[in-house]
Each structure stands twice: as C-alpha cells, then as structure tokens.
C-alpha cells in the first residue's frame, strides 16, 4: 500500500531520498520549544523521548490532502509516494507509529505503536474545509516510519504530480 509525505518545494528527495530530521539538522528548529533546547544532541533526545526512534521517522499519510478534488502542496511543497509493504520486505522498516493526539501547538502528542495491517486506509474527511491554510492546520490521522537507517532510498519513492 501507498503511505505519501509532504516536503518543501526545494529538496533532494530524487537524489538522496526522504530523509528523517535526524538526517535534515536544518530542521531541527520546530522541535526547539518543545524540546527546551537549540542543541541538536538534545533535540534528538527528546524525539526519541517520545517514542523510541522518532529522529529516525518521516511522518506520512494514507492519501494526500485535498481541497475540491485536488491534491493541496502543504507550503507550495512536493508530495511523494512509496509503498510501505516494499520497505518492510526489503528490511529497511524497523517501526510504524500513528500519531493519535496533537493539540496546543505540539505540545500534547499521542502515539500508538502499530502493525503494518493496523494502517488505517479509510478515506480522510476533507469536506469540512475550504480553504488549504483550514486543511494544512487540521490534524488528521498519519503515521510515523521509523526507518533502520534514517531514510528511504530514493528508489522507492515516486513524486506525485
């Protein structure tokens, strides 16, 4: 089955892969709050403080956003496909985890550790929302892949148009 992630419009994912935090230092800025700390070694640490192997995770869901039938660019960003059943054959999946709770900016988070079969493919209900800033401020269920190494090959992913 197809898991899709988001990332900014300016990336490496076609070369490098999708890449996890740990992998992006750059972007350890949005946990610095919430973590109490600008250094990286701490951030890190309270990542993984959440559940074991988060630095490792990209963030994905079942299908993409969208408004009116077409697919939202979250910041007039890229969207990618990969197909998670692959990943844990070829080994390279360690852990997958839904995000059950997010409110008040991050700060309270809940995650639940799941199987592979436990992905919720039921269709997203986008119907309430007009505009992309009400759907790219909406939390809806996702999933979190922790990988082995901090990354999915490029191989496996596939831009989405």
């Not at 994912?13 to 230092?25: A, E």
């Not at 997958?96 to 709770?101: A, P, R």
């Not at 505009?131 to 909406?138: D, G, H, L, P, S």
Request: charged share 25%.
């Amino acid at each position: 089955m197809k898991l899709y992630h988001y990332t900014p419009k300016e990336n490496s994912c076609l070369q490098r892969g999708i890449l996890s935090v740990s992998l992006l230092p750059e972007y350890l800025f949005h946990y610095e709050t919430r973590a109490k700390s600008k250094n990286p070694e701490t951030i890190i640490k309270w990542l993984d403080s959440t559940f074991y192997g988060r630095s490792r995770s990209v963030s994905c869901f079942t299908e993409p956003l969208m408004l009116h039938g077409k697919i939202v660019a979250v910041g007039d960003g890229n969207l990618f496909s990969f197909d998670i059943d692959r990943l844990v054959e070829d080994g390279l999946v360690e852990s997958i985890y839904q995000k059950t709770k997010s409110e008040k900016g991050g700060y309270i988070e809940g995650f639940e550790k799941v199987e592979i079969d436990e992905i919720d493919y039921a269709p997203l209900d986008f119907s309430p929302y007009n505009t992309e800033e009400e759907i790219t401020n909406v939390f809806f269920r996702h999933y979190f892949v922790v990988l082995k190494n901090g990354y999915i090959p490029p191989e496996y992913i596939t831009k989405e148009k």
